[in-house]
DNA sequence: GTTTCCGTTTACGTAAACGTCAATTGAAGT
DNA sequence: ACTTCAATTGACGTTTACGTAAACGGAAAC
């Protein structure tokens, strides 16, 4: 389905269409998966008939989902975020509320650059210890 | 029962001893969580009587464990991680082996590494135009 | 026209990581 | 001795994030 658009009137060149199976296969997951990211609120692709079509859009929510999972987030979490990327909140009140949630996500994402940071160190240590043992054996 | 230890005639100045309630109340988690962890193989706290004494060891390997899961990592994963740590493989087969769970490790975490470098970014982009329309609305 | 593919919906199943509750048991203070 | 309080064991409950199976629909290939 990600082929044979060229008859679709309203294409506007960045509005490619996929089916359930394209973006299956392209980010590695099953359609089961991306049928629940949506029963869980985090995609809406439109619909041809009972046919999901999946657009730009939905593609980059997916890949916002994917790699706020390899972060370590819940879906309700990754919810919160990608919401943050397309909601406009209108009155001062939200607007500073979501300045809020971003630097929230701003700390966790820091401290997970740390550990990262310390946990990578530990593993060169480690790495060498081993390369160490390997060369006194041989 | 961290204090009160000086009768100790075992105390080699760097082998505290924590209850569990010790170790939950300094890492904020509770103490069903901590049992969990042993039952799963990532704890073997000692014993006087039936009561779990944890030392200096013990407490490392739990702040190892909760930095693994801040890393998004499973239980069963934190266990592969920190038996690394302190496993000492004797063969050049294990050696190996070993230092190939290492470059694995090493890959998820570079790649997490920069999955935050961008998300902060987009941060950043977010944050930028929310404070553009909040002056805007002043 | 009938296999052969997706794709859909509905529903139940499951593994991980604890929470919660109950019953019991020292250990410690008074 | 009595209370109190933390700790233990065991069992069942819960949430999250899907997997899996059943049963059906449409369209394309042969």
Redesign the interface.
């Known amino acids: 389905m990600a082929m044979m658009m060229q008859t679709n009137p309203s294409s506007d060149a960045h509005n490619t269409a996929y089916s359930i199976s394209d973006l299956a296969r392209e980010f590695g997951v099953t359609t089961r998966a991306i049928r629940f990211y949506e029963d869980e609120g985090l995609l809406r692709p439109g619909r041809s008939g009972r046919q999901r079509v999946y657009r730009t859009r939905d593609r980059v929510r997916l890949k916002l989902i994917l ?1 706020g ?5 819940s879906l309700n979490e990754v919810g919160e975020i990608i919401n ?2 397309d909601s406009n ?1 209108g ?2 009140g939200q ?2 509320y ?2 809020e949630q ?1 630097r929230q ?2 700390e966790t ?5 740390h ?2 940071d ?3 160190q ?2 060169d240590t ?2 060498a210890q ?2 160490d ?2 060369t006194t ?2």
Chains 1, 2 share one sequence.
């Open positions: 790699r999972k390899r972060l370590g987030f943050m990327y909140p009155e001062a607007l500073r979501f300045l971003i996500r701003r994402l820091k401290q997970q650059h550990d990262i310390v946990t990578l530990e593993l480690i790495e081993c390369q043992r390997l054996l041989s």
